[in-house]
T-cell receptor, first 111, second 112 residues
Framework: DADVTQTPRNRITKTGKRIMLECSQT?????MYWYRQDPGLGLRLIYY???????NKGEISDGYSVSRQAQAKFSLSLESAIPNQTALYFC??????????FGPGTRLLVL | SQQGEEDPQALSIQEGENATMNCSYK?????LQWYRQNSGRGLVHLIL?????REKHSGRLRVTLDTSKKSSSLLITASRAADTASYFC????????????FGSGTRLQVQP
């Protein structure tokens, strides 16, 4: 089984809808991250969490919220989806200031 | 804004040749990391170099870091078609909250 899993893998939604992307990890890491990637670009950090009670905004948090339900679970919500949130979303984990381990990504299309 | 910028944006070489990618960044860092991404998939960590290191090797990969110039390079020797991917540098700052900041990537195409 994969160490970092994301659900759903693909999602189509309509403008104004609330959606949730989920991430689970079995690596036992304290740190979890959400990124978005737009075509031909690098990753931009949305939110990150260094433990269950420590959640921080990244560079593009507007329009997003997160929930760290447990050490192993970190969910990203789009409160009211808009078309420019169409992107590839990645969850990642790390055990400290070192390598991050990425999930397979969720491809989101907002119509 | 992006902390790291890769150069070139795209690179096409023949199998067996070496590929060199460069990364520049803006602020002081704790470490710099290189990742690979196959089309539309998650990133895979390749190598990490700390700010007090100047060079590091891992298999066919060689990474250098010049903190005075705020730049790093990734060299892939004897490239293979399977090395075709996008390569990203990511920096961890040495102050404040330590989350990675990614560059925009270099797309490498290795022709068989």
């Amino acid at each position: 089984d994969a160490d970092v899993t994301q659900t759903p893998r693909n999602r189509i939604t309509k403008t104004g809808k609330r959606i949730m992307l989920e991430c689970s990890q079995t690596k036992g890491h304290d740190r979890m991250y959400w990124y978005r990637q737009d075509p031909g670009l690098g990753l931009r950090l949305i939110y990150y969490s260094f433990d269950v009670k420590d959640i921080n905004k990244g560079e593009i948090s507007d329009g997003y919220s997160v929930s760290r339900q447990a050490q192993a679970k970190f969910s990203l919500s789009l409160e009211s989806a808009i078309p420019n949130q169409t992107a590839l979303y990645f969850c990642a984990t790390s055990g400290g200031p070192r390598a991050q381990y990425f999930g397979p990504g969720t491809r989101l299309l907002v119509l | 804004s992006q902390q790291g910028e890769e150069d070139p944006q795209a690179l096409s070489i023949q199998e067996g040749e070496n590929a060199t990618m460069n990364c520049s960044y803006k602020t002081s860092i704790n470490n710099l990391q290189w990742y690979r991404q196959n089309s539309g998939r998650g990133l895979v960590h390749l190598i990490l170099i700390r700010s007090n290191e100047r060079e590091k090797h891992s298999g066919r990969l060689r990474v250098t870091l010049d903190t005075s110039k705020k730049s790093s390079s990734l060299l892939i020797t004897a490239s293979r078609a399977a090395d075709t991917a996008s390569y990203f540098c990511a920096t961890e700052r040495d102050t404040g909250r330590r989350a990675l900041t990614f560059g925009s990537g270099t797309r490498l195409q290795v022709q068989p």
